[in-house]
Nanobody, 121 residues
Framework: QVQLVESGGGLVQAGDSLRLSCAAS????????MGWFRQAPGKEREFVAG????????TYSDSVKGRFTISRDNAKNTVYLQMNSLKAEDTAVYYC??????????????WGQGTQVTVSS
């Protein structure tokens, strides 16, 4: 099993930046890909970004491309999401995810509890 704990959420103003962190524990050696999803009130959970084990490949949703950057530090078993130029529509609960699959598809097996990000306009 893998446990994921997110941190770094909060209340910011439009245009501000925020960095989310997700620390993995447990059978971390089995993790290949890690990702971030988000769910806004009344909406379905949506993919935000994903990254492979080496950090050499990453994918983003069109809505965050150019503003958000995903990265990982395998020595710390941590994945980050740097969010710049935040907009009110980025307001959501952000979830970290991890999986063993060696493809950057959007299916993930392990999930964190989520961290709230609120962007005021």
């Amino acid at each position: 099993q893998v446990q994921l704990v997110e941190s770094g959420g909060g209340l910011v103003q439009a245009g501000d930046s925020l960095r989310l962190s997700c620390a993995a524990s447990g059978r971390t050696f089995s993790i290949y890909k890690m990702g971030w999803f988000r769910q806004a009130p009344g909406k379905e959970r949506e993919f935000v970004a994903g990254i492979n084990w080496s950090g050499g490949r990453s994918t983003y949703s069109d809505s965050v491309k150019g503003r958000f950057t995903i990265s990982r530090d395998n020595a710390k078993n941590t994945v980050y999401l740097q969010m710049n130029s935040l907009k009110a529509e980025d307001t959501a609960v952000y979830y970290c995810a991890a999986d063993t699959a060696r493809t950057l598809t959007r299916e993930y097996n392990w999930w964190g509890q989520g961290t709230q990000v609120t962007v005021s306009s």
